[in-house]
């Protein structure tokens, strides 16, 4: 089975730049989540999808960063214009929903100069 | 205060050694229960899930909770070069356990 994919692996951009970052699930998760991992941190939930519906964008700057789930399968993550603040790893997870057992793609790495 | 709460480590140990890996939470509505294991410039993987108080074991992994003091842990018998990683504990509310409060991770290394 095909586990979550994410692109692109690496980024750099400058302040003020956009960025994108496309995940797709494991077939079948209706759920799906993007998280940030700052160094040293933990992943925090920036938005959660169950299929193409919002259900928690509560920590999203929605000021900046945006997100959106076209046919409730793939995913892509915006931030507009970025900071350096934003330096991170984001995570993709999808699930089948109802439970914390998520599966995480291998991150795409942002680096803000 | 964090609502979860882990060491960041990092925890050196000789290979063999018994390994114990501990987070404390504050909210009584976790109520859900997980470790997951995140190597060097991967995502982390689920490795142990708990609902309840008690133990859980799985292999050379035990995952133990303790509601009432609010603290859970993880146990590595045996541990293996291999099990050089960050640790992360994931906490879950009812009604919304797929909604994770991660802690810090602890990063582990296993010497030879």
């Known amino acids: 089975e095909a586990g979550v994919a994410q692109s692109p692996r690496y980024k750099i951009i400058e302040k003020r730049q956009s960025v994108a970052f496309w995940c797709n699930p494991i077939?079948?998760?209706?759920?799906l989540y993007w998280y940030q991992q700052i160094l040293g941190q933990g992943p925090k939930l920036l938005i959660q999808?169950?299929?193409?519906?919002?259900?928690?964008d509560s920590q999203l700057p929605k000021d900046r960063f945006s997100a959106e789930r076209l046919k409730g399968v793939d995913s892509t993550l915006k931030i507009q214009p970025a900071k350096l603040e934003d330096s991170a790893v984001y995570l993709c997870a999808s699930g089948q929903g109802g439970t914390g057992e998520l599966f995480f793609g291998e991150g795409s790495r942002l680096t803000v100069l | 205060q964090k609502e979860v709460e882990q060491d960041p480590g990092p925890l050196s140990v000789p290979e063999g050694a018994i390994v114990s890996l501990n987070c404390t939470y504050s909210?009584?509505?976790?109520?859900?229960f997980m470790w997951y294991r995140q190597y060097s410039r991967k995502g982390p993987e689920l490795l142990m899930y708990t609902y309840s108080s008690g133990n859980k074991e799985d292999g050379r992994f035990t995952a133990q909770v303790d509601k009432s003091s609010k603290y859970i842990s993880l146990f590595i018998r045996d541990s293996q070069p291999s099990d050089s990683a960050t640790y992360l504990c994931?906490?879950?509310?009812?009604?919304?356990?797929?909604?994770?409060?991660f802690g810090t991770g602890t990063r582990l290394q296993v010497t030879l």
């Open positions: 909210n009584s509505a976790f109520q859900y």
């Open positions: 077939s079948g998760h209706a759920t």
């Open positions: 994931a906490l879950g509310r009812t009604g919304t356990a797929s909604k994770l409060t």
């Open positions: 999808f169950q299929n193409n519906g919002v259900v928690d």
